[in-house]
């Protein structure tokens, strides 16, 4: 499947594009009612009667589409018109001349006890809130026991920004055009798309040449170039070396978590820096795994100077305070990749722009921030910018241009954003990983695959999908402890599916 995803007005310039060159629109509406007819024709024989919900647009323009091709195939349809049909415009209005059937207006009373419904009212370009008796009738399809096809994007969601508009269709398909959109991976919106279906409606590839899309699926055809696959010639020390720091005795938890998720992910040697105090747990609880005395700021500055050691977790079970800030500031001052993780992040949430501007004048901009939902709102919640964009893909993208590093927002739809506006939108998590240590094992990953080299942007993207796929692989009863277990029935999945 195509790793792209376009906003609403990305896809306007697709269709405009197309238009230019030579393809008519109403072909293009053709296409698509014809597509989305297709996909019902597929699961329902001829006799299932079909309700074709159309709005005052292009998307009611699909539907019209549907409506005929699934009558000319025999099927009992009645098609509904939020508005007027004099009304309508350009493609939509000659997609309406074709329909040889009744139109009758849009009611909610109308849309009970249908087999089919076909959701066209908005599609992706909603940008409003949904009130009065359009939402009547979006609340009565989602009462009616019926399976609801949505033509390119649920009615009520914003396409851009995956955002639910008062109320939205909750369809059991979707048919989308082209490529899908970032709205269609985020939620809450993704819950109401249901299984999505990706349809060529006459739009050639080489329109995103002029696009330039930046958002992605998170899928192995977006990093797999950059993936470190070891060589037969290759040695432990040609695959880099990551350090985790490692709390109080109390807490060493958390970083033997990260430690080995990082020596799963094909680092070459990792090192666990801990307090004297907790040294002798680490020793006893690690085999492949090695420890050393790690004290303090000076301590760690110190430690790090060493060029091998190429890349330095901090915050897993770490503690929030002061001596967290000065490591995490040395550790923003040594020539190594660095991943700030929970309580590296949470230490700065009084002063954000402290740890903004150590981070921009880090080594080679290699920095990784992994905050889940709470810890970024404690972040960045004072930026004004970061505060008021509005989706998560736009937080996200606009604290990597803050901090001028990678910024990882975990959760059921994790974005991995780069200060360039370059994002990756992550469908593949599973429930199961919504416990404690999950977190800990991704930082882990992430820095074994920064440490055998790979860019920043495309290891944290990788780490996220290595994750949701061991995430799923492990299933029900999933424990921290089973995830860097996992990675190797997925390395060869990967190696044997992706990466061949």
């Keep these: 499947m195509t790793i792209e995803l376009l906003t609403t007005a990305e896809m306007a310039e697709a269709d405009r594009l197309t238009i230019a060159a030579g393809t008519p629109g109403i072909e293009l ?35 019209f589409v549907t409506a005929r091709v699934l009558r000319e195939r025999g099927y009992p349809v009645r098609l509904l018109l939020s508005g007027d049909v004099g009304r309508l415009k350009g493609d939509a209005a000659l997609a309406a001349n074709r329909w040889r059937g009744p139109t009758a207006p849009a009611t909610a009373a109308d849309i009970a006890g249908e087999g089919v419904i076909v959701d066209a009212l908005f599609g992706a370009g909603l940008d409003r809130p949904v009130e009065g008796a359009v939402r009547a009738l979006i609340e009565a399809m989602n009462a009616a026991a019926a399976k609801i096809y949505a033509v390119d994007l649920p009615s009520g969601i914003n396409g851009t920004s995956g955002a639910v508009q008062g109320v939205a269709v909750r369809a059991s398909e979707t048919i989308t055009f082209f490529r899908r959109k970032a709205g269609q991976l985020l939620l809450p919106s993704r819950l109401h798309c249901g299984r999505l279906h990706v349809a060529d409606i006459g739009i050639a590839p080489q329109v995103l040449a002029k696009i330039k899309p930046k958002a992605f699926h998170n899928a192995p055809a977006l990093w797999g170039r950059a993936f470190p696959i070891p060589r037969v010639e290759g040695h432990k020390y040609g695959r880099g070396h990551a350090v985790v720091a490692s709390g109080g005795i109390s807490s060493t938890g958390a970083a033997r978590l990260a430690a080995r998720g990082a020596l799963r992910a094909g680092a070459g040697l990792v090192t666990i820096a801990s307090p004297r105090a907790a040294l002798a747990v680490n020793a006893t609880a690690n085999l492949a795994i090695m420890v050393r005395p790690v004290d303090g700021a000076d301590e760690l500055t110190a430690f790090m100077s060493d ?26 001052g040594a020539d190594c990749a660095v991943v700030l993780d929970a309580d590296a992040l949470t230490s700065f949430c009084e002063e954000p ?70 994002a990756a939108i992550a469908d593949n998590g599973s429930p199961w990983l919504a416990s404690a240590g999950s977190g800990d094992v991704l930082a882990g990953l992430l820095a074994g695959l920064l440490a055998q080299g790979m860019p920043c942007f495309e290891a944290a993207a990788a780490a996220v999908w290595l994750h949701g796929e061991a995430g799923t692989e492990v299933g029900p009863g999933l424990i921290a402890e089973d995830l860097p277990e996992a990675v190797p029935r997925i390395y060869r999945h990967l190696l044997a599916e992706h990466l061949h």
Excluded: C, W, Y
């Design 353 to 422: 722009q402290t740890l903004l501007t150590a981070i921009r004048g880090h080594f080679d901009g290699a920095a990784v921030l992994t905050p889940h939902a709470g810890e970024f709102s404690r972040l960045f919640q004072t930026l004004p910018d970061i505060a008021q964009a509005g989706s998560k893909l736009a937080q996200a993208r606009q604290a990597a241009a803050a901090a001028r590093a990678i910024v990882l927002l975990k959760g059921p739809d994790t974005v991995v954003a780069a200060p360039d506006g370059r």
């Design 29 to 63: 509406m053709e296409n698509a009612g014809r597509a989305v007819a297709d996909v019902v024709a597929a699961a329902h024989p001829a006799a299932v009667p079909v309700l074709v919900v159309a709005g005052p647009g292009n998307n009611g323009g699909d539907g």
């Design 307 to 332: 060029p091998r050691r190429n890349v330095l977790v901090l915050g897993p079970g770490g503690g929030v305070g002061g001596e967290m800030r000065e490591m995490v500031l040395a550790a923003l």
